[in-house]
């Protein structure tokens, strides 16, 4: 069954506190993976697709990588409008169902 | 401006009610797509729509209904037999079955009264 795992649920970091967010997965086939931003009470808010191991995406203060069982959000001098919660999702080879981790909540403090 | 509008904000729902969510995109996306989220609990799947006038069921459709009469709309109704349906809707497209990037609507929360 595929699955994904994100880790940890919460996180609490001071402005400036650079950090990382996992995604464990399992999947029959890796069609993609995928990162999003999600505000209280909003739509989630795409950020990356990563396809293979290997692959890294950057946008301003996130950098996205992927292994062949996980991947990793790096947050680089967080500032308090990162504050959200971070998505991870994967798409197998399977079928067309898009499946989603439970997130991590991020919070920073100014 | 293009994109996807969900539409109640709020809902309330009162016992043995149908309740229907509303779905319009006027980004002439062929796939849509209904997902609910619990809180603290990830988006799971409830009905999805590749083309008009088909759609299937995703990992938790008992006690829902939708329709895809018009390309840019996808409807979803939470029957009386939803037993818990207390949760934030979300409505998603995509320009067809082969993107990935799901572009979301602002949600829906629905309570029961």
């Known amino acids: 069954e595929d699955q994904v795992t994100q880790s940890p649920e919460a996180l609490r970091l001071q402005e400036g506190e650079s950090s990382s967010l996992n995604c464990s997965y399992t999947?029959?086939?890796?069609?993609?993976l995928f990162w999003y931003r999600q505000d209280p009470g909003k739509g989630p808010e795409f950020l990356f697709t990563l396809y293979s191991a290997g692959e890294e995406k950057e946008k301003e203060r996130l950098k996205a990588t992927l292994t062949k069982k996980e991947s990793f959000l790096h947050i680089t001098a967080p500032k308090p409008e990162d504050s959200a919660t971070y998505l991870c999702?994967?798409?197998?080879?399977?079928?067309?169902?898009?499946?989603f981790g439970k997130g991590t909540r991020l919070h920073i403090l100014p | 401006d293009g994109g996807i509008t969900q539409s109640p904000k709020y809902l309330f729902r009162k016992e043995g009610q149908n309740v229907t969510l509303s779905c319009e995109q006027n980004l002439n996306h062929d796939a849509m797509y209904w997902y609910r989220q619990d809180p603290g609990q990830g988006l799971r799947l409830i009905y999805y729509?590749?083309?008009?006038?088909?759609?299937q069921k995703g990992d938790i459709a008992e006690g829902y209904s939708v329709s895809r009469e018009k390309k840019e709309s996808f409807p979803l109704t939470v029957t009386s037999a939803q037993k818990n349906p207390t949760a934030f809707y979300l409505c998603a497209s995509t320009p067809n079955r082969d993107y990935e990037k799901l572009f979301f609507g602002s949600g829906t929360q629905l309570s029961v009264l």
């Open positions: 729509s590749q083309i008009v006038n088909d759609f």
């Open positions: 999702a994967v798409r197998s080879n399977r079928d067309d169902k898009i499946i």
């Open positions: 999947v029959s086939g890796l069609r993609g």
